[in-house]
Every structure is written in structure tokens, then in C-alpha cells.
């Protein structure tokens, strides 16, 4: 009965490096979700997955932002020439998907610290 | 633009007061609303949600909410609070419609019960 995982727990990176984010949803939820929490601040939508496809990056800030999510279970975030500003807590996660209001289950999060 | 507004940032209280947090959102169409909370160390889980029907929705641990449309609210409430609902309550909206449902939360209320 695992819920979302999501690893590293903390990741510490250089401005201008890359790094990846891993999300690891409840088995059997198609739908999966990144979500940024900066402090002081409650969630902010980035991306939503329905099975392989992308349904809505509407949230993702600019390109050097990018998600996949190849199998319909794990996903990756990735994060080109990382800034500053990028530092926050990077929320996964995920839900049935079938119908409205579905809820969604989240994951510990990653802490990304942009130095 | 959908928003969400939480007033109270944050709100200290002894134990067995009442308590009623404040959620209001712009959003004129069909909407499902939501209450998650994160207790200290731990996740965001959901608390309960408004779909459809009575607009009176109770959740777990005693906490209920009442949906008026008419007021865009959807205030959080528990009778006799304990100091084991120390914890941040984020306040949450969705379209209502299926593969759009990225959430959109409010900032948060940050709440100290003290014995």
C-alpha cells in the first residue's frame, strides 16, 4: 500500500546545473501532477500527466522546464541551467484519473536548493 | 484567471476553541473545491471536498466546510479544536471538469493549538 514516492528528498545543485526530479505514483493512478511550493506559499501547478501524454503544461514557468512521463507510471522533472529562483519544494501527485474531483494523493516532495 | 484567497495566515488558538478558516475563489464556473492540511513533517493529505450535492460536507477528524456559491466561499470549521490539528491548511480549486484538473490553492493558513 505505498503511496507517491519521490526521490531525491533533497537535492542540492550549482546555478546553471541540471538535475532531474522523480516521481513514482500509487500503482494504477493514470493521472499524475507536479506541483512547485516556494515558501510561504501554497502549491502552483506545473504539469499534469493523463496515462503517457502531457493533458495541460500550462503551469510549466518557461522551457528550460520539462517533464516526461514515457510509461504512464514513473515521471521525471527536469530542469535545465538551473537559477535561483528555481529553489522550492517540487510536489508529485497522483489519482485515479477517471472521473471529476478525483482526489489527489501527494508525495513527500523534493527540496531543491539552488546555490 | 482562477484564484484563491485564504485571509487568515495565520491563527493561534487553545484547545476546545472553535475554529473557521476563510476560502474564497474567482471562478464563475463549475468548480470543485477541496481543504488539504499538512501536519507537521508529513505530506499534504486531503481533509474533504465539495463535488456536488449538499453543500455542507463534513471531513475526517471533525473538520466540515460549507460550499455558498453565492459568496464564492468555502469556509473550514471545527467545533473544539485539539492541539493535534497543529498544522497548515491549504484551501484548493479545481474546473470542475475532467483532464483539467490541476488544483489551484490558496497560501495557506498556518494553525497553533495550544494545549
Known amino acids: 500500500g505505498a503511496g507517491v514516492s519521490q526521490t531525491p528528498s533533497n537535492k542540492v545543485t550549482e546555478k546553471g546545473k541540471y538535475v532531474e526530479l522523480r516521481c513514482d505514483p500509487i500503482?494504477?493512478?493514470?493521472?499524475l501532477y507536479w506541483y512547485r511550493q516556494s515558501l510561504g506559499q501554497g502549491p502552483e501547478f506545473l504539469i499534469y500527466?493523463?496515462?503517457?501524454?502531457?493533458?495541460?503544461d500550462s503551469g510549466l514557468p518557461n522551457d528550460r522546464f520539462f517533464a516526461v512521463r514515457p510509461e504512464g507510471s514513473v515521471s521525471t522533472l527536469k530542469i535545465q541551467r538551473t537559477e535561483r529562483g528555481d529553489s522550492a519544494v517540487y510536489l508529485c501527485?497522483?489519482?485515479?484519473?477517471?472521473?471529476?474531483?478525483?482526489?489527489?494523493?501527494f508525495g513527500p516532495g523534493t527540496r531543491l536548493t539552488v546555490l | 484567471a482562477q484564484s484563491v484567497s485564504q485571509h487568515n495566515h495565520h491563527v493561534i488558538l487553545s484547545e476546545a476553541a472553535s475554529l473557521e478558516l476563510g476560502c474564497n475563489y474567482s471562478?464563475?464556473?463549475?468548480?470543485?473545491l477541496f481543504w488539504y492540511v499538512q501536519y507537521p513533517g508529513q505530506h499534504l493529505q486531503l481533509l474533504l471536498k465539495?463535488?456536488?450535492?449538499?453543500?455542507l460536507v463534513k471531513g475526517i477528524k471533525g473538520f466540515e466546510a460549507e460550499f455558498i456559491k453565492s459568496k464564492f466561499s468555502f469556509n473550514l470549521r471545527k467545533p473544539s479544536v485539539q492541539w493535534s490539528d497543529t498544522a497548515e491548511y491549504f484551501c484548493?480549486?479545481?474546473?470542475?471538469?475532467?483532464?483539467?484538473?490541476?488544483?489551484?490553492f490558496g497560501t495557506g493558513t498556518r494553525l497553533q493549538v495550544f494545549p
Open positions: 500503482s494504477g493512478h493514470t493521472a
Open positions: 471562478y464563475g464556473g463549475t468548480v470543485n
Open positions: 500527466f493523463q496515462g503517457t501524454g502531457a493533458a495541460d
Open positions: 465539495y463535488f456536488s450535492g449538499d453543500p
Open positions: 484548493a480549486v479545481n474546473e470542475g471538469k475532467l483532464y483539467t484538473d490541476k488544483l489551484i
Open positions: 501527485a497522483s489519482s485515479l484519473g477517471d472521473r471529476e474531483g478525483d482526489e489527489q494523493f
